[in-house]
């Protein structure tokens, strides 16, 4: 079996029917398909986390409309090979052919003059761009390219979509098919995957492989005993990414700068894009940390621009320093469920009036019907603070942020204890 296509090529899909998951896009009726089936599609981005079919739903499109296809990876590929591919584009507009199709996967690790030099293209109508992207593509494509693309976000797949690619896996596939498969459990081959189609087959095959034999039961303990041991210890394309950053992450939260520091060291040594890691110590610093201790955004803040102008391999010392401060820090949520509290009460409540004294008053009519009345200009008080309304009537008095039990945050709660009397309950 080892000379074989592995499982999940041999699986692949070449139709939408075939397709698995994202039918918010592509299910009966949905928007990509109705696009596709009318044959005229937009250049596009598609977003979403490793192994939800982003590669294979681009492949489909381009089968489907029945265009010449070009893929390059972001990771291997230059300006010069990007060049190649649109004058080959070029010289066939004028046949009967199509607009090529143009796949970049990655698209996120394309420098600003690789992006520039596809935007050309797009805007010239040679190609059609799909861009793949597990990042926010309104941070790592420039803003011209973005405009010109419709944004697609692939979510991950659910657990009975993955169950049931587990079935067709061992009915269908051309080698599986051939033995007596049993999946009696499927839970630590769900987990392992991480939600992820492609790494799932792959440990679906890792464990058939190591169990060996044509009769076979598939338990959570005999999986995880022949799959985890073969599993790539870390790779940025998918296998082990996100429970490195989860590991990662977590650590710093937890306040443990030599465990945070340990799973730095691996995303560099399994090389990481830097800017990635700083993005989320950027998140960190205010989600886990907050005004328990604000110099840590800007601390982050600094290591991520500091990264962006150094690179690898001197940024690995900046992104140590912050790493390190970071996990050391004091910490504190209360921002970070400030913002959730506040986004669920809206959507509970809808969209309550403004009360008239907050409200702008640009027009004589406005002024007339009691937009801005009775308003107080704080920094006309002492202590440049005059208590009154600022929430809708309906929502009066409600607390939404509740500073953390820390030095900084209990001067904070003093403070708007001080001004608030008992309207919050501080």
């Given amino acids: 079996m080892q000379n074989l296509i592995p499982l999940a090529e041999r699986l692949r899909p070449k139709n939408l029917d075939e397709y698995v998951g994202q039918k918010h896009l592509v299910g009966e009726g949905a928007v990509l398909r109705k696009a596709i089936e009318s044959g005229r599609i937009p250049s596009m981005i598609f977003w979403g986390p490793p192994g939800v079919g982003k590669t294979t739903l681009a492949t489909i499109i381009s089968q489907n409309l029945d265009r010449p296809f070009f893929a390059l990876s972001a990771i291997n590929s230059g300006v010069k090979d990007v060049r190649e591919v649109i004058d080959k584009a070029a010289a066939m507009k004028g046949g009967f052919m199509g607009m ?15 992006q520039d030099s596809l935007l050309g293209a797009v805007e010239r109508g040679l190609v059609t761009l799909i861009g793949a992207t597990t990042e926010n593509p309104s941070f ?84 995880l005993v022949h799959a985890q041991q073969n599993l ?31 799973w ?39 290591c991520f621009q500091s990264v962006n102008v150094i690179g690898f391999p001197e940024a690995r010392i900046i992104l140590s320093q912050c790493v390190t401060y970071l996990a050391s820090s004091v910490k504190s949520n209360a921002s970070y469920m400030a913002i959730n509290h506040a986004q669920a009460l809206v959507k509970e409540t809808g969209d309550l009036p403004v009360p ?71």
């Fill in 356 to 426: 008239l004294h907050l409200r702008n008053a640009p027009t004589k009519l406005m002024k007339n019907i009691g937009y801005g009345a009775d308003y107080k200009y704080s920094h006309a008080y002492d202590g440049n603070f005059e208590a009154q309304e600022y929430l809708p009537e309906k929502l009066s008095g409600t607390k939404l942020y509740d500073p953390g039990k820390n030095p900084a945050e209990e001067k904070l709660r003093e403070k708007l204890k001080q001004n608030w009397k008992n309207k919050y309950n501080y």
């Fill in 100 to 114: 090529p199709v143009l796949f970049i996967d990655e698209i996120h690790r394309f420098s600003k003059s690789q």
């Fill in 140 to 223: 790592e494509v420039i803003s011209a390219l973005l405009s010109r693309c419709q944004v697609y976000i692939l979510q991950n797949l659910t657990e009975e979509e993955l169950v049931g690619l587990l079935n067709t896996s061992i009915t269908k596939d051309e080698v599986l098919s051939k033995k007596k498969i049993k999946i009696k459990e499927h839970e630590a081959l769900i987990r392992l995957s991480g939600g992820d189609a492609r790494k799932l087959l792959n440990v679906l095959e890792i464990a058939v492989n190591g169990i060996g034999g044509d009769q076979l039961e598939l338990t959570n303990e005999n999986v």
């Fill in 264 to 302: 730095l060291a691996r995303m560099i040594e399994g090389g990481e894009d830097p800017l990635f890691i700083a993005r989320r110590l950027l998140i960190l610093a205010s989600e886990d940390i907050g005004n328990a201790n604000p110099n840590a955004l800007l601390l982050a803040n600094n």
């Fill in 232 to 262: 790539a210890l870390y790779d940025k394309a998918g296998e082990q990414h996100y429970d490195i950053i989860s590991a990662f992450i977590k650590s710093i939260r937890g306040s443990d700068p030599n465990a945070a520091v340990y």
